[in-house]
């Protein structure tokens, strides 16, 4: 089985950047996708940003586009989410996922604690 170990969330002003990692370990990823995910308090998980493990081709959420960089690190296995230009609505725990489709990552994901992530105003 994978396990999935996110960090680097924190409290941040408005207009700020945070980088967060998920370390993965017990399987390879070559021909998977990885995403990031957020639940805010009182909401539905949603999708953030996914990318191709192999060719780094990603897809991001239009509220995040422009402002997070989803990338990863192949021989550490580690997946990123760049944030910047944070808005209070990013305020949330972050989730990140292993799978073929979003849809399956959203469905099947091994959630774990993630990591918090809040946007002061």
């Known amino acids: 089985q994978v396990q999935l170990v996110e960090s680097g969330g924190g409290l941040v002003q408005a207009g700020g950047s945070l980088r967060l990692s998920c370390a993965a370990s017990g399987r390879t990823f070559s021909n998977s996708n990885m995403a990031w995910f957020r639940q805010a308090p009182g909401k539905e998980r949603e999708f953030v940003a996914v990318i191709a493990w192999s060719t780094g081709i990603s897809f991001y959420a239009d509220s995040v586009k422009g402002r997070f960089t989803i990338s990863r690190d192949n021989a550490k296995n580690t997946l990123y989410l760049q944030m910047n230009s944070l808005k209070p609505e990013d305020t949330a725990v972050y989730y990140c996922?292993?799978?073929?489709?979003?849809?399956?990552?959203?469905?099947?994901?091994?959630w774990g604690q993630g990591t918090q992530v809040t946007v002061s105003s």
């Open positions: 996922a292993a799978g073929s489709t979003v849809s399956t990552m959203m469905r099947n994901g091994n």
